[in-house]
């Protein structure tokens, strides 16, 4: 059965970076693209971007420049770093298979606090 | 960017309820469109594609409907399981973009 299984929770410092992993099985990797989509405390979701099949890269405005997507072909592994973590970045990160998404991750959340 | 717009942002329903939310698009996306569920504390669960197609495994009380610019989710009888907040997502164009939700409530 097709399992995203992420990275544990994180607690970070304003202007820190974090890293979250999101382990594909189940399914050929590199016949699918992953999403990143983040959710704040009591908010909606928001699409933060994508990395398709063959490695291309598509993100949104709001993080050009602070976020980057890539993926592990040999462990079927995504990850998704984000730099200069703000407080408003706290909020649970979710990976998500394909362009139009079916199976999703559990999340991770990131709390981001001095 | 393509706005989504769902409407209502909640509602209050009955068990056996027939439930209709409706998304709305600022743009036409042809039937490049989801919805998902999502219970307090969960992943996101993903019901449906292509406006109208349901994923593996989701039940047929759930359908959906629409191309363009105006979409809808409809759950036919209301189920405890059922109580959940609902969320449309555009894939035509990046960046994909979610409506605001639509939090289902037990009345």
């Known amino acids: 059965q097709v399992q995203l299984v992420q990275s544990g929770a994180e607690v970070k410092k304003p202007g820190a970076s974090v890293k979250v992993s999101c382990k594909a099985s189940?399914?050929?990797?590199?016949?699918?693209?992953i999403s990143w989509v983040r959710q704040a405390p009591g908010q909606g979701l928001e699409w933060m971007g994508w990395i398709s099949s063959n490695g291309i890269t598509n993100y949104i405005q709001k993080f050009q420049g602070r976020v980057t997507m890539t993926a592990d072909t040999s462990t079927s592994t995504a990850y998704m770093e984000l730099r200069s973590l703000r407080s408003d970045d706290t909020a649970v990160y979710y990976c998500?298979?394909?362009?139009?998404?079916?199976?999703w991750g559990q999340g991770t959340l990131v709390t981001v606090s001095s | 960017d393509i706005q989504m717009t769902q409407s209502p942002s909640s509602l209050s329903a009955s068990v056996g309820d027939r439930v209709t939310i409706t998304c709305r698009a600022n743009?036409?996306?042809?039937?490049?469109l989801g919805w998902y569920q999502q219970k307090p504390g969960k992943a996101p669960k993903s019901l449906i594609y292509g406006a109208s197609n349901l994923h593996s495994g989701v039940p047929s009380k759930f359908s959906g409907s629409g191309s363009g610019t105006d979409f809808t989710l409809t759950i036919s009888s209301l189920q405890p399981e059922d109580f959940a907040t609902y969320y449309c997502q555009q894939y035509s164009t990046y960046p994909r973009t979610f409506g605001q939700g639509t939090k289902v409530e037990i009345k």
């Open positions: 189940g399914y050929t990797f590199t016949s699918y693209g």
């Open positions: 743009q036409g996306i042809s039937n490049y």
């Open positions: 998500a298979r394909g362009v139009y998404i079916d199976y």
